[in-house]
């Protein structure tokens, strides 16, 4: 699906130099759901668009499904990014003054699809991410949650071999930020391959595979044994909040449970 190999990316300033990838080799199978990590500087967003070709490899060579990519000129590009592949950004990047439907429409207007089946695979998306009741919203008529389920519905909505995610937690309270890494979860499941960019080891914490990266190097990649589940994870949020709101403390032997907050208990 993904294979870089050798890949080395520099920017020039003027007289200066910046290597900001080297040494990159990289292969990512189809259904992975993989987390890129890094320190500030790293070249995390260098690589990602390097992998959503938004920007093009200086050295070394990239194949996306099969295909090389690296040689192809912007308009090439522009084709590849808009058949096979999905963005989801930290600050959403939806338009303002459009409904989510109008904005899950994008894509699809730019690939030519017709009005008609645009609007039923904007609908579909939609309803994909739980947003079916929200269609007609802006931006500004949604919360931080929402406006990433929005953001996640126009990247599936073309049907990408890749959706690609850069730091998509980091605006969002770590309740919803767990439900967001829940929905990508959830996708992974359906079959699709995530890539998600990040510097929170909570986040990366729910993929199947780390690749970390140092100074423009891959310096790890490993396999995570035992990924969290998002949904356990937030009813665990949830029953400590009731538990802290029915006055519940750590004194308590009942503190902890389903049956903690009394809702949902069950006479035995
Ligand atoms: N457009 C650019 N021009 C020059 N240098 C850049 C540019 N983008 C990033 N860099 C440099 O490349 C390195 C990696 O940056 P970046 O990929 O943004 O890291 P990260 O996303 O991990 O914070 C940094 O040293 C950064 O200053
Ligand atoms: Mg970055």
Redesign the pocket.
Known sequence: MIKLVNVR?V???GQTE????KDINMHIAAGELVAIM????????????ILGCLDRVTEGTYELDGRLVSDRDERDLAKVRNRHLGFVFQTFNLLPRMTALRNVEQPLLYAGVSGRERRQRAEAALQRVGLGDRMHHRPNELSGGQRQRVSIARALVNRPSIILA?EPTGALDSRTGEEIMGLFQELHADGATVIV?T?EPDVAEHVNRIIR?RD?RIVSDQPVASPVRAADRLRELMQHAEGVAAGESAASPNAVGPTAAGEGATAS
């Open positions: 990316k920017y020039r300033m910046v290597e900001a990838l890094g320190p500030s500087g790293s070249g995390k967003s260098t690589l990602m668009n850069d960019v510097h990266v423009g």
